[in-house]
């Protein structure tokens, strides 16, 4: 029995009070009148408790607790049994989330095996059947979060000819792409550094990413020229916000002096929702892998992107699954969004009409001959070699 009254001495630890109140309790049990008269006076000192609380308390019975009964259903995934097998695994898919991780496992844990070392049949059993919210309760103590920020230099030149995207897009169909700068300056813009040219396809969630020293418009041209040329599929259109790099007559008369034109559009000034998709990208695709630090030597350019063609490229979409958004539903005033099953960017393409049958069996066969987790491995290495030249500057 725990009794509160206003005058409580408030400096005791509440582990504190309740030994000191067993004690007196105990004595209190078998003292004469004259004894238990001291009792209650150190309880009121001590305790600062009132004449009659002092009593109760001291007159309450010992409750003896009886064996704990644990209730509900029993526990199936222990998180020191799995953790430790999941968090290389998660690690290596670059924290994904677990609806994500749950279509990444069935091909991300043979690999793990193949490259590591064998998990147990019970552990393999179970991650296999954990289902995404499962897999989120697990790894919930081992999650953090960053921030980024925006270096959009508006570009007026072209603003005008350029429509804004609206719905003149065919979002079913690969090809639709929409693209965007990350500045990888440390935080100060002062000066030359290197920038990363991001792109992403509506449909299939195709990712390419590009490096490229400044943000000129010639460099800019050069970087989409590559990425163009490691798609799987036509390129239909471009979508960029209202940055200069993007909006210039390099750009647009590349896109437009074709046998088929590429349709050019751009977002509303300051809606990055407008873009949510490449937004998202910048984050979860280069953030997460060349952080935030100052990249001011132009002979890391280079070794980027040698870096993202060899390993960083093939393991964001050949074996990264991620979520699409299929539909949105409005019921009682509450917008639900509903998402379709998580698949790789290559699952969409190989599911995609607009693709050539030819680019699919290529493509097929290059992932029959990686592993993720040596792909990871290579990423690693290369990001110290990055490191080393980026910290050695000319």
Known sequence: MTVTVAGMDHTMSQTTRQEVLKKLRRRYQGAGAEHKRKLLDQAQELLGYHRKAAIRSLRAATVERGPGIISGRPVSYEPRVLLPWLRPIWQGT??????RLVAMLPEWIPAYEQHERRMPGEVREKLLAASGRTLDRLLEPLRGQGAGCSLTRPGTLLRHQIPIRGSVWEEGKAGWMEVDTVALCGGSVAGEFVWMVDGVDYATTWVEVRAMWGRGQAGTLEALRDVEASLPFELLGLDSDNGGEFLNYHVLSWLQKRPRPVFMTRSR???KDDNAHVEQKNWTHIRQCFGYERHDNPEVVQLINALIKAAYGPLLNYF??????ERKERT???LRRIYGDA????ARVLASAQVKPQTKRRLEQEKAGLNPFALKQAVARGLKEIALLRQARP
């Open 94 to 99: 670059d924290y994904a989330c677990g609806r």
């Open 269 to 271: 000034p300051y809606k």
């Open 320 to 325: 990264h699954a991620n979520l699409k958004l």
């Open 332 to 334: 009682e005033g509450r």
């Open 343 to 346: 698949q790789t960017p290559l």
